[in-house]
């Protein structure tokens, strides 16, 4: 099940996007900024009823009708069963009640998000303020993961 996330999921959002953040993988984010960002979140808890959230996705404003897609991560258990590509169709699913105009993405995956409808672009596109977080993360300045972005008129999207 897909929901927004609420105050007693971060600690899990917390240990599953920092699994990944210790990996490279992703930038970690510390418990003040989920609880800061937490309206942004998406996640997927388990259908069993355990409460287990084994993927989560944010869809981020940044600046007049642009935002971005971070923090998606799928629990290894649960990769290959479609949840990151339906968490990432749950945030954008959001962007016309928001007036957001273009959805950014940075990663390590482009592929995945082409799938999505995402198009390559080069990384000064991106307004300066997206690169503010850039300034935490440990690979900064050698940061090389490649910027893509979702328009809302349908310019390159897929299925």
Request: charged share 25%; with cysteine; hydrophobic share 40%.
């Amino acid at each position: 099940m897909i929901r927004d996330a609420r105050v007693p999921d971060v600690r899990a959002i917390y240990e599953l996007l920092n699994k990944f953040s210790d990996k490279g993988q992703l930038l970690g984010r510390s418990l003040n900024s989920l609880y800061d960002n937490l309206r942004d979140f998406k996640v997927w808890e388990a259908p069993d009823g355990s409460g287990l959230l084994g993927a989560v996705a944010a869809l981020h404003v940044c600046w007049g009708e642009l935002a971005e897609i971070r923090s998606l991560a799928v629990a290894e258990a649960y990769q290959g069963q479609g949840l990151g590509r339906r968490l990432v169709q749950s945030c954008l699913s959001e962007v016309g009640i928001l007036g957001i105009e273009r959805v950014f993405a940075l990663t390590y995956e482009p592929d995945f998000f082409i799938k999505m409808g995402f198009e390559l672009i080069p990384r000064d596109e991106l307004p300066h303020k997206v690169w503010s977080e850039c300034l935490q993360c440990p690979k900064y300045p050698d940061c090389n993961e490649t910027a893509l972005i979702w328009r809302s008129d349908g310019k390159g999207q897929h299925s």
